[in-house]
């Protein structure tokens, strides 16, 4: 063979052998680019193997804003890209448009398609709030609609922005790019488990602290460690209030007492008064036998009138001690809210028990006669059983026992 020949061989091998390295370039193909040049917001590269060359936009660069495409590529830095689509019908010459953003989504789809399959959890921070929830970046866009974002109810979501958050896998189909997520299931779990932790270590009866951390119209809630206690509007005071945030805020630190513990309900029932001193102790160095004292009128019942001395402490003025003349119910000279002067008759601190007078204080008037209840010893005068505190015997008077 001449040596003309030879060569016309060689480089008709060679040609055939460099159009075999040349793939044809389809649509979803993952391949490999060579920056060749960066243009006004678009990045020019070299396909591997393939002789023609693609466009990457600058949104298609990285799933973050990006403001200068330099921080993310330069000339000869080699890309993973996936190709979308072609620009324009030659073939041969031909270029695609190319995208980095969107293989980096697929690897991620497929890493929380893994972790769904496993049931673990991802981490993604919030970056908008929207009227149904919020929106996450978690390499994808997520949403975690509003109903799924707490244990509890939330006012204003504004707050979450910016948040790094653990969210469960609740949806995910990649091909919608759908990605639903939640967090209240997950803090849910987290509850069960501190909850138990408490019925373990906590009994009735126990004083803790606590910190405020909701109020109520009917109580407030006290933030145990991770989990909450009620302290019913009723166990916050000895005194009365119109409401919980008349006395108490949301921060406050408090001591309170561990009334009852309800496991399979998750309650715990507890008190701030309890924790105090009680209205009755030292009443007998408040309230001595024989000192007068200012009250008011709270309760009117047929046997008498129920008066409030101190802040938590009632004493009773038997229907005999309210005046020297004859009346045949307490209604007749006094109402529910009016201030008297009393007399204590007797104390029983135990019994949690005040005998008082309003007629001891006044003068007896000239030619009135005795009260039919007037051979009442001071003892009988008892505070009520029950709701009232009274026996049949108290209601009734020593009187008829007389008869």
Known sequence: MS?????????????????DSVHEVKIGDVVKGEVLAIEDRQVIVGI???????????????????????DVAKVGDQLDLVVISRIGNDKENGSYLLSKRRLEA?????????????QETITAKVI?????????????????????????????????????????????????NRLILS??????????????????????????????ARLTNFGAFIDL???????????????????????????????VKVLSLDQEKGRISLSIKDTQPGPWDDIADKAPVGS??????????????FVEVFPGVEGLVHISQISHQHI?????????????????????PEQQRLGLSIKALQEKPAGAKDSEHEDVAPSDYVMPEEETGFSIGDMLGKTLDDK
């Open 3 to 19: 040596e003309a020949n030879l060569n016309n061989t060689q480089s008709s091998d060679a040609m055939a052998a460099a159009l």
């Open 48 to 70: 591997e193997g393939t002789g023609v060359e693609g466009v990457v936009p600058q949104k298609e660069l990285s799933s973050q804003p990006i403001e200068d495409i330099a």
């Open 106 to 118: 697929r690897k991620v789809w497929s890493e929380i398609e893994q972790k769904f399959a496993n």
């Open 128 to 176: 908008d709030v929207v009227k149904g929830g919020l929106v996450v970046d978690a390499g994808v866009r997520g949403f975690v609609p509003a109903s799924m974002i707490s244990d509890r109810f939330v006012r204003d979501l504004s707050s979450f922005k910016g948040q790094e958050l653990t969210l469960q896998i609740i949806e995910i189909e990649p091909s919608e």
């Open 183 to 212: 967090r209240k299931a997950l803090l849910e779990q987290e509850r069960q488990a501190k909850l138990q932790a408490v019925f373990e270590k906590m009994l009735p009866g126990d004083v803790v602290e606590g910190e405020v």
């Open 225 to 255: 460690g991770g989990v909450d206690g009620l302290v019913h509007v009723s166990e916050i005071s000895y005194d009365h209030i119109n409401q919980p945030s008349d006395v108490l805020e949301v921060g406050q630190k408090v001591q």
């Open 292 to 305: 007068t004292l200012e009250g008011v009128v709270k309760r009117l019942t047929t046997f008498g009138a």
């Open 328 to 348: 045949a119910t307490p209604n007749d000279v006094l109402e529910e809210g009016q201030t008297v002067q009393v007399k204590v008759l007797s104390v029983d």
